[in-house]
DNA sequence: CATTATGTTCTTGG
DNA sequence: CCCAAGAACATAAT
């Protein structure tokens, strides 16, 4: 599921039931998503700390602790940080339980175990962690993304989804970009003409910032996203076309045939 | 049993 | 070096 507007909703959660807690109990129910830090090391780190304002870049959520390390939690494709009482029943993927004064907690819920949680004791190990993302989709700004974009040989999708171009864009987003600006996915990066660069910058700003605010892409059935899970296989929204399904970059990927013609080669 | 899943990384090969 | 494709990671659902 995550993707930026997702992660963006996860700091929100964090911040609205973490900011000025203190750590006061500390459950490693699964220690698989610990990354390049033992359970112990993890523990004596956080708990007692209290929890700062958090940031996000891309689908990184960066979160500071008072004058200890920072946290930086990465979702993969199925995690979530969920807020809870704490009678509240455990989940099988509940694999880490922050305890915070006032009785609440916080739980990194995580089903596949992709990602999962560093321990960036510096700034340093946090530079070295995001070394990695571009700018973050939602700064960068349209005008940005197509600057970027232009400097690639490759397929449109793929460099979407390409972390270093931009940081933040996923499956869903990519598709629904690519949707809106009218741009098959297959089409090459450095391509496009100055109309279909505009179209892709102001899709940008249009698709993210009511993402955003939804907290995921919103499955709205004036989107393509709304109709990608059809069972009757989905309609573009603007043509009534059939959908195109097929995989493009290694991901399942869909497209309205007749708005996102085929490039030639 | 095979296939699929909204992510990233590593390997291989052009 | 750039880029694409495939496998791997771990798990559940269809």
């Keep these: 599921m995550p993707e930026l507007p997702d992660v963006e909703g996860f700091r929100r959660v964090l911040r609205d039931h973490g900011t000025g807690r203190r750590v006061e109990r500390l459950t490693v129910r699964d220690d698989g998503v610990l990354r390049e830090v033992s359970t112990r090391r993890f523990r004596r780190a956080v ?39 704490a009678g509240d029943p455990l989940e099988r993927a509940d694999r880490v339980v922050f305890g915070l004064s006032g009785g609440g907690e916080l739980r990194f819920r995580d089903q596949r175990k992709l990602r999962g949680i560093w321990l960036a004791p510096t700034a340093g190990d946090i530079a070295r962690l995001l070394a990695g993302q571009g700018p973050d989709a939602a700064a960068v700004g349209g005008p940005g993304l197509v600057r970027r974009l232009a400097r690639r040989r490759g397929g449109l999708k793929s460099a979407l989804l390409d972390q270093s171009v931009v ?47 939804a907290g ?18 989905g309609r573009c929204p603007r043509t009534g076309d059939r959908l195109a399904r097929g995989r493009v970059a290694g991901r399942t990927t869909v497209w309205c045939p007749r708005c996102q013609p085929a490039p030639d080669r």
């Design 216 to 233: 995921r892409v919103p499955p709205r059935d004036d989107w393509l996203t709304g109709r990608r899970d059809d069972p009757d296989g």
């Design 167 to 213: 940081a933040g864009l996923g499956n869903l987003l990519a598709d629904e970009l690519l949707w809106r600006a009218r741009l098959h996915p297959a089409r090459r990066a450095d391509g496009l003409t100055a109309p279909e660069r505009r179209r892709l910058a102001g899709a940008l700003p249009r698709v993210l910032d009511a993402a955003v605010a």
């Design 47 to 85: 708990r007692g700390r209290c929890l700062g304002t958090p940031e996000r870049h891309g689908k990184w959520l960066i979160a500071p602790t008072d004058a200890g390390p920072t946290l930086l939690l990465h979702f993969g494709m199925t995690g979530r940080l969920v807020p809870a009482a």
